[in-house]
């Protein structure tokens, strides 16, 4: 298990982009795959994106597939979310999360970041 961080958050028109990170620290000898999901108002929490921690598989959620773009940085033990083409329905609290494998499923994950607000106004 590690300790995660994510920053970047913020309001912005649609259209508009934001990046979000997600800085891990606890042991190094762990590289695990991470990922972002998202949970709005009154709706379930739901996955948007993965990546291993090579960074050779990635996968999104149909509806962000193309406007975001998943990233690592091991070195940094940093993960990135480059959000271009942001919409309403992005409007959501973005936790960062850490796991044996890229998957889709939350309960796979046992590490979560706070998370961040992203608010994206019509």
């Known amino acids: 298990q590690v300790d995660l961080v994510e920053s970047g958050g913020g309001m912005v028109q649609a259209g508009g982009s934001l990046i979000l990170s997600c800085t891990a620290s606890g042991p190094t000898s762990w590289k695990p795959a991470m990922a972002w999901f998202r949970q709005a108002p009154g709706k379930e929490r739901e996955f948007v994106a993965t990546i291993s921690w090579g960074g050779g598989t990635k996968y999104y959620l149909n509806s962000v597939e193309g406007r975001f773009t998943i990233s690592n940085d091991n070195a940094k033990r940093t993960m990135y979310l480059q959000m271009n083409s942001l919409r309403p329905e992005d409007t959501a609290v973005y936790y960062c999360?850490?796991?044996?494998?890229?998957?889709?499923?939350?309960?796979?994950?046992?590490?979560w970041g706070q998370g961040t607000q992203v608010t994206v106004s019509s």
């Open positions: 999360a850490a796991g044996p494998v890229p998957v889709q499923v939350a309960n796979r994950y046992n590490s």
